[in-house]
């Protein structure tokens, strides 16, 4: 009887630590990001990196529409926080000339880019 009531302390103390972990916010990547002829890229906050985004045809549009919308002149960088992962995959086009791919899976968030934010 001892071991059953034991074994569902350690099953109901399981079950608070995953709620509580679930309950935590993952903030996503912090990342400007700029789109326009022959430019699709984001630069993580405090790094130097710059990747070139892939994505799901409807998260490209999103993100494009967002750009639309929130920039002021041509080739200004927005505020995003996104899911996603730094692809393997082998850079070609114009994508050579930044620091490899980065696949968006969600975005979180967009917005303006704050003067001083994101350098």
């Known amino acids: 009887m001892l071991r059953i009531g034991l074994a569902l ?3 109901s103390l399981a079950g608070c630590a995953h709620s509580s972990n679930a309950n935590n916010q993952d903030l996503g990547i912090r990342a400007s990001y700029v789109w326009g002829p022959e430019v699709n890229t984001m630069k993580p906050c405090g790094s130097d990196s710059t990747f070139w985004v892939l ?3 409807a998260v490209i549009g999103q993100l494009r529409a967002a750009h ?3 920039q002021t ?3 200004d960088r ?3 926080r996104v899911h ?3 692809s393997t995959r082998a850079t070609d086009g114009f994508a050579q000339e930044t620091n490899g791919y980065f696949e968006v899976t969600e ?3 967009a917005r303006r880019l704050l003067q001083g934010e994101c350098g």
């Open 84 to 86: 996603g992962q730094r």
């Open 68 to 70: 639309d919308s929130l």
């Open 9 to 11: 302390t350690l099953i």
């Open 55 to 57: 994505a799901k045809p």
């Open 107 to 109: 975005i979180l968030e």
């Open 78 to 80: 927005i505020f995003i």
């Open 73 to 75: 002149q041509p080739y």
